[in-house]
């Protein structure tokens, strides 16, 4: 089964870019839309996910 939320970590992996870069690119508004847990985690829909890759593609 896939899925629903991932990761900060798994984003990054896929990514390949460190944990400091993704919350630099969410301080500055540039990483995908996240959802903070009630322990204060971050989580990210995969549709989200795909939809922020997807408006990537349009502005290369």
Known sequence: MTPSR???ADVCADL???RSTFYDWR???RGPKCIRLPNGELRI??????RWLEELEESA
């Open 6 to 8: 991932l990761t900060v």
């Open 16 to 18: 390949g870019i460190s």
């Open 27 to 29: 301080a500055k508004g």
């Open 45 to 50: 829909r995969v549709a989200d996910y795909e």
